[in-house]
């Protein structure tokens, strides 16, 4: 992603980020990576400035717990928040479209990646099949080593949903799991049933 935000639009969108309560400064940066469905992640470098800038300005209140410094909206802040509405509305509707951007081209280079994955695994089991030599014992052996694969591969498959059931999950308890991760565990779920079934004799 080249600029995101225009001139002013993330610290505004930081005073709106406060409006539901206080944070701290790695919160702020994990919400706006969730807002933007995972495509965007601003630098600690970039946030704290703006942070400490807002506090000059009277806008936010930071207190210091430990290691941790929480930022808390002030009055201050919700009255510029509160004439800025119509801004930051707009603001949310270009940040939408922005994310819709990006699940599209992430889709597009799911498939695309996934298609060339599918041919060529379709490809290499045309010459695995095109190359077998029957031998003495042969379909006894093949079926032993047919039945060791399956085995394998049902294997694979478990860890895998045991694996993305975690994950999610984990990013459920942290509000974390949005539209493009649904999306993109979709694009590939199909892509690769269609490339396995592909490979099937």
Do not use: C, N, W
Not at 32 to 48: E, I, M, N, Q, W
Request: charged share 35%; proline share 3%.
């Amino acid at each position: 992603m080249v600029k995101v935000f225009a001139h002013g639009q993330l610290r505004l969108y930081l005073l709106a980020l406060l409006e539901d309560g206080p944070r701290h400064g790695y919160e702020l940066i994990t919400a706006l990576t969730d807002r933007f469905g995972g495509t965007y992640r601003p630098s600690a470098g970039t946030v704290y400035p703006r942070l400490a800038r807002l506090e000059e300005e009277g806008l936010v209140e930071r207190s210091d717990e430990g290691r941790k410094a929480t930022y808390t909206l002030t009055a201050a802040g919700r009255a510029e928040l509160d004439e800025r509405r119509g801004e930051l509305a707009h603001l949310e509707a270009e940040i939408a479209e922005t994310v819709r951007e990006h699940a599209t081209q992430v889709r597009d280079d799911v498939r695309a990646a996934m298609r060339g994955l599918r041919a060529d695994l379709a490809s290499a089991a045309q010459r695995a099949r095109d190359a077998a030599v029957p031998q003495p014992g042969a379909p006894d052996r093949e079926r032993a080593a047919s039945h060791g694969r399956r085995v394998e591969a049902e294997a694979m498959v478990r860890r895998f949903g045991d694996e993305v059931r975690a994950d999610l999950r984990r990013a459920d308890a942290a509000g974390g799991v949005d539209a493009l991760t649904v999306e993109t565990l979709r694009t590939v779920l199909d892509t690769a049933l269609r490339t396995m079934r592909a490979t099937l004799r």
